[in-house]
């Protein structure tokens, strides 16, 4: 590697490079560079330090925590941390009710989040996730070159060059875990004039003010929710109806900890919930007039307020990328991926943390991936690790071998534990492949999509999945001479697929590879 002149660092995979000063990673030639902090970025950097893989990590942020030192804006996170769980903390099944915790091999390096709470709440503060980033960043060792903000992309034969506020960086690969925090506003008129949910002020200067909030999804909720007590009245507008988690049996929707505003709605309370297009926004001498179209075809309506804020989204950052080929896709351009999460249009070129929404799996009954959230995307950092040693360094670390008296066993365990398996329902799988020389190998957690639409051996795969009525259930996945064939087994109250049923319709399933 080709390094601009500095002195003392270490590099991630713990060699020294000569020539770093106390900030790692001075512009120059790398392997890989991986661009972000946040937690996408460092579970993929321990998971590439852990295989062996050297790269280099560069940020835009002063520290580790990516949005999470700027939002949610009402502190406290949508996805929880249980300090007491039906299994032992620190274990890996332990992390199906942690979910803000990174993942590490280590045991001492697990379930840091739960150590940082103050009890008050099983909903992290958002100080506390970020010292959890950091706490694990700093106790496993990753480093990063922060205050590196990445300004512009191109690509030289066959080496992306990134051009940031430190120097120029150039490398065969490139993975952007650069995140979804961008505020978005769509073309409305008037809606310049109105803050953006980024730019939301303190909750005691909206005290007796008229606050019409654009937007009906779960940040709109998440300002009502906080404004509740501050704010005279609340209207949230948009042209679809307003979707609950609670009635979608999913994470799609409005999550149950921001409905206090819905219940005010329907009580009456004070708190408008409207099914509108909203059709502008104008400026009136005591603050906004803003013009509506009732979805249900009974007109405009017009409404005062003190204010205006859209809780209408983000995007992701990506600079020149679109203009380097990368496609993206839907209102938020993300980038479209495979299911390694790379980009479909510009090869070597991947993403991670939030961005791997765009490797959409299969979307069995329309339910999306948890890819957005921590608790997913962890995950996708591991494999996407693994497939990147493999595909560049040569890096392929041995599988375990099972007896086939222990096949059934293992499976019905990972279906009713495997905290892959229950974040990631319909996403991730467990897979055993079977080979004439080697045996029943166990190829580890893998995108459920690969296995359904790739060829190989002889196999199976298992997944949690759940329906549009609530239920959870075990699914298995057959490989038989590259013919695949999809069996459910029966759902249980308990969530507990141990049972003697669940052995002999698993048994059965495997008869054709077992």
């Known amino acids: 590697m ?23 990673f001075p512009a120059g030639d790398y392997p890989l560079v991986v661009v972000g902090s946040g937690p996408g970025g460092i579970q993929l950097s321990y998971s590439l330090t852990r295989l ?39 274990t890996r099944f332990y992390e199906r009710y942690d979910w803000n915790s990174l993942v590490p091999d280590e045991d001492q390096h697990r379930a840091i989040q739960p150590r940082l709470m103050d009890g008050t709440s099983y909903f992290p503060a958002r100080s506390e996730m970020e010292q959890n ?7 496993t060792g990753i480093r990063a070159r922060y205050d590196c903000k990445w300004t512009a992309t191109a690509r030289d034969q066959g080496r992306f060059i990134l051009q940031t506020t430190s120097g120029e960086y150039r490398a065969p690969v490139v993975v952007f875990a650069i995140g979804i925090a961008q505020p978005w506003k769509p073309d409305i008129p008037g809606i310049a004039d109105a803050a953006h949910y980024a730019d939301t002020r303190s909750p005691e200067t909206y005290a007796g003010k008229r606050i019409f909030i654009i937007g009906k999804e779960v940040s709109a909720f998440e300002l009502a929710n906080g404004l509740l007590p501050w704010a005279k009245q609340i209207v949230l507008a948009s042209p679809r109806p307003i979707q609950l988690s609670v009635v979608t049996k999913s994470l799609v929707g409005v999550r149950a900890r921001y409905v206090q505003p819905y219940e005010d709605h329907v009580l009456g309370g004070g708190v408008t919930v409207l099914n509108a297009s909203i059709d502008e926004i104008a400026r009136t001498p005591g603050g906004y007039r803003v013009r509506t179209t009732r979805s249900d075809g009974g007109g405009t309506m017009s409404f005062e307020a ?16 679109e203009k380097l080929g990368v496609v993206t896709s839907g209102r938020e351009r993300i980038p479209s991926q495979t299911p390694f999460f790379e980009s479909i249009s510009v090869p070597d070129m991947y993403f991670a943390g939030t961005m791997t929404r765009g490797a959409q799996g299969l979307k069995k009954h329309g339910l999306p991936s948890s890819s957005g959230a921590v608790h997913g995307h962890r995950y996708n950092a591991r494999i996407l690790a693994r497939h990147i040693a493999q595909k560049y360094f040569g890096i392929d670390p041995a599988r375990p071998q099972l007896k086939r008296d222990d096949v059934l066993g293992y499976l019905l365990s990972e279906l009713t534990h495997a905290p892959e398996l229950w974040h990631q329902k319909s996403y991730l799988a467990r897979s055993l492949l079977f080979d004439a020389k080697r045996g029943i190998v166990d190829d ?21 999945e759940a329906n549009p009525a609530g239920e959870i259930y075990p699914a298995i996945y057959v490989r038989k001479d590259n013919a695949l064939s999809e069996h459910l087994l ?14 002999a319709e698993l048994s059965s399933a495997l008869a054709p590879v077992l």
């Open 2 to 24: 080709a390094h601009a002149p500095e002195r003392g660092a270490q590099a991630t995979d713990g060699h020294a490079l000569a020539g770093l000063a106390e900030q790692p």
């Open 52 to 90: 062996g893989v050297p790269h280099a990590v560069i940020s835009a942020d002063s520290a580790p925590g990516g949005m999470f030192r700027r939002w949610p804006f009402f502190q406290r996170l949508l996805s929880w941390t249980k300090p007491h769980a039906p299994v032992e903390r620190g």
């Open 133 to 139: 980033l950091a706490t694990f960043a700093r106790d």
């Open 306 to 321: 003190d204010d205006v804020i859209a809780t209408t989204g983000f995007t992701p950052p990506l600079g020149d990328l």
């Open 444 to 464: 580890g957690i893998v995108p459920l999509q690969l296995f359904v639409d790739g060829a190989g051996p002889d196999g199976v795969a298992v997944a949690v």
């Open 490 to 503: 029966p759902s249980n109250p308990l969530l507990d697929f141990e049972t003697a049923e669940h052995k």
